[in-house]
């Protein structure tokens, strides 16, 4: 069974720093690549940041670029989501995607998402 769980949201003052993870299970994380998104009320789905299966190759939205960095371990299946600098507008539910291709087919997994709110 496919698990995609996220933690490390929570409340933060504008400027401090969260640092969110997702640890999967399932299938075989080292070969899909994984992404950050982000969902605030009333607004679409956005791609924060990404990183490639073997984590040599990241993209970030231009919003979070040198603020937040994506990391993976591939040997504990978990990816990462240093947030620094957070700012209000930060404020979202951020999920854990997963893509890959296993038996010829595209699979993507997405978790439940965290929370994380950037207020005074």
């Known amino acids: 069974q496919v698990q995609l769980v996220e933690s490390g949201g929570g409340l933060v003052q504008p400027g401090g720093s969260l640092r969110l993870s997702c640890a999967a299970s399932?299938?075989?994380?080292?070969?899909?690549?994984m992404s950050w998104y982000h969902q605030a009320p009333g607004k679409e789905r956005e791609l924060v940041a990404r990183?490639?299966?073997?984590?040599?190759?990241?993209n970030y939205a231009d919003s979070v670029k040198g603020r937040f960095t994506v990391s993976r371990d591939n040997v504990k299946s978990t990816v990462f989501l240093q947030m620094n600098g957070l700012k209000p507008e930060d404020t979202a539910v951020y999920l854990c995607?997963?893509?890959?291709?296993?038996?010829?087919?595209?699979?993507?997994?997405w978790g439940q998402g965290t929370q994380v709110t950037v207020s005074q």
């Open positions: 995607n997963a893509r890959g291709l296993e038996s010829g087919e595209l699979r993507d997994y």
């Open positions: 399932g299938f075989i994380f080292s070969s899909y690549v």
């Open positions: 990183i490639s299966s073997a984590g040599s190759s990241t």
